[in-house]
């Protein structure tokens, strides 16, 4: 949808599209840069062709604070179920983080 929108979306330093909590959604990441030189020249290059947009540049969460996938993949389901039908701002992200950190034992806290 972004990219859609000519808004680049891109992974700082991974191949895989991070996820909140994980490193790895899964989804594997249009673009990747490997240091701010890269982030730079991208944007530079993005303003000598006019583009009027932003870029989005995900930046996983440092190993050591990482989640289990599966943990976070149990607490994303509990949130689910917790919200029932509501959707959007009804389903409330404190919710969302608070779901997490518990199921992920608070692993997920200093990566919020």
């Known amino acids: 949808m972004l990219e859609t929108n000519g808004v680049p979306v891109v992974t700082f330093g991974a191949d895989q599209f991070p996820a909140f909590f994980t490193r790895d ?8 840069v490997d240091d701010a030189r890269q ?18 540049f995900a930046v996983p969460v440092p190993q050591e ?11 994303t ?4 179920t917790a919200a029932g039908a ?3 701002s009804e389903a409330s992200m404190r919710l969302a983080c608070r779901c997490v950190c518990v199921v992920a034992r608070g692993r997920s806290t200093s990566a919020c």
């Open 86 to 88: 509501k959707r959007g």
């Open 39 to 56: 982030c730079g020249e991208m944007l530079r290059a993005m303003d000598a062709l006019g583009m009027q947009s932003g870029a989005l």
């Open 77 to 80: 389901q509990q949130v689910r």
């Open 65 to 75: 604070h990482e989640a289990g996938a599966a943990k976070v993949e149990r607490a």
């Open 25 to 32: 959604s899964g989804v594997r990441s249009p673009a990747r």
